[in-house]
Nanobody, 123 residues
Framework: QVQLVESGGGLVQAGGSLRLSCAAS????????VGWFRQAPRKERECVAA????????YITDSVKGRFTISRDNVKNTVSLQMNNLKPEDTAVYYC????????????????WGQGIQVTVSS
């Protein structure tokens, strides 16, 4: 079993930056696909970014391309999401995810979810 704990969220003004971190425990996620989802009020949950196990394949949703970067540290067993030039529409609860598969599925099932962390961008 894997436990995921997010940190780094909060309130930021439009144009600012935040870095979300996700610490995994229970077992290593070095062989797992990882990612970040978000859900805003009255909107469907969406996959923001994902990485395969080696980091050689990356998914970034169109609305955040050029602004968000996902990375992983397989030694520290962590996943990060660097968010730059934030916009009010980025306001959401962000979830760290991991899967037993080595490759991500943007719209598919993910085995492990963090509890979520709030990101609020003021205009």
């Amino acid at each position: 079993q894997v436990q995921l704990v997010e940190s780094g969220g909060g309130l930021v003004q439009a144009g600012g930056s935040l870095r979300l971190s996700c610490a995994a425990s229970g077992r290593t996620i070095s062989g797992s696909a990882v990612g970040w989802f978000r859900q805003a009020p009255r909107k469907e949950r969406e996959c923001v970014a994902a990485l395969n196990w080696s980091g050689s394949s990356t998914y970034i949703t169109d609305s955040v391309k050029g602004r968000f970067t996902i990375s992983r540290d397989n030694v520290k067993n962590t996943v990060s999401l660097q968010m730059n030039n934030l916009k009010p529409e980025d306001t959401a609860v962000y979830y760290c995810v991991a899967d037993q598969s080595t490759y991500y599925s943007v719209r598919g099932h993910w085995d492990y979810w963090g509890q979520g962390i709030q990101v609020t961008v003021s205009s």
